[in-house]
């Protein structure tokens, strides 16, 4: 069976646990994801940690922001380790994107618009006035004229992003939440069959899958509800 388009955060206080977890998971799943808490605990190490012997795709969600030079040195520094996608966030400007994509010819740069974990209050404080959608469209279209192949919105922007940048960007999108699941520190969900139906590409979801139980059987239930879904609808 084809691994679902999910991408689990491995947001765990330790090697052990987050290499647990990703043997786990990819049975069910095409990614796994290394965020700041793990890489900046353990750094390069973990990547061959996660990957094991599965050989799964790694997404590295570093998030990448400061001035173009030295956006491109720590781009240069992490892409020997062959990440599949790495994160910088879109409001870095055109010049930080470019010079991320042309330090990584082999991996993804995928620009983050608007974090999920922003309400509207929180949007205003920081000066971006307007609905998320607004300002996603904005830093979506402005990323991919820098080279960026891939974007990370909410749930609720991935179709008006999809709208402007066409089919052949990769939309990612956390803030993915199974229905009743609790939706903690995110601000803009959606259940990650909405997410699909949205035009989302890859489903970024961590706590709802590494804090159930047994996280490889919570991955294979949401796979298999996606299968379901899109069988259907
Ligand atoms: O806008 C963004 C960008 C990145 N993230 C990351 O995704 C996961 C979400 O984890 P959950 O446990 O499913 O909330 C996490 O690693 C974030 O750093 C995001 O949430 N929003």
């Not at 990323?143 to 891939?150: D, K, L, S, T, W």
């Not at 089919?167 to 999108?173: E, H, Q």
């Not at 903690?184 to 899958?209: C, F, H, K, M, Y």
């Amino acid at each position: 069976m084809t691994p679902a388009p999910i991408a689990v955060a491995l947001d765990a206080p330790d090697l052990e646990t987050a290499a647990r977890w990703a043997h786990l998971v990819t049975p069910h799943v095409s990614t796994v994801k290394v965020g700041l808490e793990l890489y900046l605990r353990y750094g390069p190490d973990v990547i061959a940690s996660v990957r094991g012997a599965s050989g799964v795709q790694v997404f590295l969600d570093l998030k990448l922001h400061d001035i173009p030079n030295t956006v491109a040195g720590a781009t240069r520094a992490v892409a020997r380790l062959k990440p599949a996608i790495l994160t910088v966030h879109a409001a870095g400007g055109p010049a930080m994107i470019r010079a991320a994509v042309e330090a990584a010819p082999q991996t993804k740069i995928a620009a983050v618009t608007v974090l999920t974990s922003l309400t509207p209050g929180d949007l205003e404080a920081v000066g971006l006035r307007g609905p998320a959608t607004d300002a996603a469209r904005r830093l979506a279209v402005l990323a991919v004229e820098a080279g960026a192949q891939a974007l990370v919105c909410s749930p609720h922007e991935v179709a008006a992003v999809r709208a402007e940048v066409g089919p052949d960007v990769t939309l990612i999108t956390p803030g993915v939440r199974p229905a009743g699941a609790a939706v903690q520190d995110q601000a803009r969900v959606a259940t990650p069959e909405q997410a699909l139906a949205n035009g989302a590409d890859l489903l970024v979801i961590g706590r709802p899958i590494t804090g159930a139980a047994d996280p490889g059987a919570a991955a294979a239930a949401i796979a298999s509800a996606l299968r379901r879904h899109a069988s259907i609808g």
